[in-house]
Every structure is written in C-alpha cells, then in structure tokens.
C-alpha cells in the first residue's frame, strides 16, 4: 500500500513543481519587462534588473503555488485515470477515500513548504531585491532600513524610521556634521509631511546644538529640509508589506494604529502569510473534483484545458478580493480568507457525491 500511496504522492509532486517551473519563467519574463522600464535611471542597468528578478523569485513561486497544484494536480491525476490506473487502484479494493487521503497529505507537505517559504525565505530576498535596486537608483547615498531608510542631504544623514505613506514619514533623526566631520547637531521629528517640490516639513522637533561649552537644547515649530526626497522617488523606497517578517508586520501595524494611520495593507499582508499555504491546500482538493466529480467521463484535454481555465480565473479573482478588500476597507482577516473558503466550499460539494 505504502508503494502505491508514494506512486501517487510523487506524481502529484512532480507535475505541481513542473507547472510551478513553468508559470515562474512565463511571470519572470514579465518581471523583467516591467523593470526595463526603470534601465537607465541612476546607475540602474540591465544586469540590476535580471538580479531584482531573480531574489524576487520566492515571492513569485510563493504567489503561483495555489495555481501549480490546481493544474498540476489534475494532470497528473488525469494521467492516471485515462491510463485506467485509478480504476485498477479502486479494483484492488484501494477507496476513492484513500486516495484522496493521499493528495491531502501531499498537499499538507505543499502547505507547509508554502509557509517556511512565506517566513523564512521571501522576507530576507525581497529585502535584499529592493536594497539592491535602491543603490543602484539612488547610489550610496540612500540605504533601506528596515521599514524606513538612511540618507545623506548635504553634510547630514538622515534617518526615517517608518513611511507611514508616500507623502508622511513618522520618527526622524537627523546627524549634522561640520567640514572636519564633528557632529554639530542632533535633531530627532515625530513626523515629516513632503511637499511635491523637493521639500520636507518636520513637526515635533527636538534640536541638541553641540557647542563647546555643552549642549544647548531647543524645540523649533518646525524644520524644513529643502531639495530633498520627492514623493515619488520615496515611494521607490518603501519596502512592500510582504517584504516583512511576522514580529516586523505586527509591531508595524500596532505603531501605525497608534498613529491612527491606515494598517489594513499591512494587516492583509499578515493575515495573507497564512491564506496562501491554506489555499495550495485547498487547490489540492480542489483538483481531485475534477477527476472524481462530475468531469470524471471527459478527455483528459478538455480536463485539462477546463483545469487550466478554472486556475487562471481563481488566481485573478485571489488579486482582485484583495484590492477590491482594500478599496472597501473589508476586514483583513476576511478578505484574505474569502478565497480559501471559496475554493475549499467548491471542492467539498463537488467531491461530497463520490468520497
């Protein structure tokens, strides 16, 4: 038994990570047509380009598993029905439930590959892939930092320690030196609003002015720094959602809500981390309907080719709940699990007439 539950187990594993090869040349291919766009800005080059494609492979293999396992699920389950070898399975007495049980252990194996790969891998590549593309964009003079990033302006560094919006940054520190390179000034800013003209307003200001006789102390209005980040060049530098690990997500969005700014991006981004190994799981259920369902009598072609129609259609309609959940301002929790309940509800009623 143990041979025939590994027979099926491989083959299933085998044509998932086929289809999940496949899909990823075809979206990386496209990745770097989208980042041709940005050739030539900076010291931004063509090679800057195809190494931002490659570390953002993780997230993109991450994003096509739930289809993989779709589509490669029912091929190799459709070879084995049109080479009549389910049907001699289930004449040796082997039940349509243990072979359903077999692709569900399969597919837990997919979950769990799923999760390591959301925490443990695409945090630190997706870092490193926008790091990378922001030195090329910006030189030396910018480096990311977690959810914000150092700058040099003038004789200054300055730290954002978050962008709460393209336009908002929250928690300032600005290090100004003089011509020998001894620091003159300490300035730390609750927030800094950024006008369309280069320029930065800064609010809740504390100045420690270095002197030779101490540290004299004083709180300005405001600040403005001048010739500045753009809005649009600072949007370059805010690392996406995804990009964060679990604890770097949940004290991101507590110290937004505190701010009584937006978190629900981050929120999806979160509760996501735990729908996307939930829906590989349920595409793997999800393919057994198509070969034990109501499709059970038709060519393997047309299984397929409805197979693939039904995976593309599901991996839209993925991104289009989750926009549409931002635009509405749905519940992040639901919004990120409307899809695993579709999908695992619609495999569960075909299946419930045959298993």
Do not use: C
């Not at 991450?62 to 070898?85: H, Y």
């Not at 995804?242 to 770097?248: E, I, K, Q």
């Not at 699990?337 to 579709?342: D, E, K, R």
């Amino acid at each position: 038994m143990k041979t025939i539950d590994l027979y099926i187990g491989s083959s299933f594993i085998k044509w998932v990570f086929l289809l999940l090869a496949i899909l990823a040349v075809l979206f990386s291919f496209i990745e770097l047509l989208t980042q041709l766009d940005d050739v030539g800005k900076g010291a931004y080059g063509l090679d800057n380009a195809v190494i931002f494609m490659a570390l953002t492979l993780p997230k993109r293999l991450l994003d096509l598993m739930p289809v993989s396992t779709l589509i490669g699920g029912i091929i190799a389950l459709g070879q084995m029905a049109d080479q009549r070898e389910l049907l001699a399975m289930q004449a040796a007495g082997i039940s349509v439930l243990r072979i359903s049980a077999v692709v569900f252990v399969t597919g837990m194996l997919l979950v769990l590959a799923s999760g390591l790969t959301t925490e443990m891998v695409v945090p630190e590549m997706e870092q490193r892939a926008h790091n990378s593309r922001s030195r090329a964009l910006f030189g030396t003079g910018v480096t990311l930092s977690g959810n914000g990033f150092w700058a040099r302006w003038n004789k200054s560094y300055i730290h954002v320690d978050k962008m709460l919006s393209e336009k908002i940054a929250a928690d300032l520190e600005i290090f100004q030196f003089d011509a020998a390179g001894r620091l003159q000034m300490f300035t730390t800013a609750q927030s800094a609003a950024i006008q369309d003209n280069h320029q930065w307003i800064l609010q809740g200001i504390t100045q420690k002015i270095i002197t030779k006789t101490g540290i004299n102390i004083r709180h300005p209005a405001f600040l403005t720094l001048d010739s500045f980040l753009k809005a649009d060049q600072v949007n370059l530098l805010i690392m996406p959602p995804y990009s964060l690990s679990t604890p770097d997500l949940i004290l991101y969005i507590k110290a937004l809500r505190e701010l009584g700014q937006n978190s629900d991006q981050y929120a999806l981004a979160l509760w996501r981390k735990i729908s996307i190994p939930l829906t590989t799981g349920a595409m793997a259920m999800l393919s057994l309907s198509f070969i034990f369902g109501s499709t059970r009598n038709i060519s393997a072609g047309r299984r397929m080719t409805i197979g693939t129609l039904v995976g593309v259609l599901l991996y839209f309609a993925d991104h289009l709940i989750m926009n549409l959940g931002l635009l509405f301002n749905l519940n992040p929790f639901f919004t990120a699990m409307i899809p695993v309940l579709l999908i695992s509800g619609g495999a569960f009623w075909r299946l419930r007439r045959v298993v």
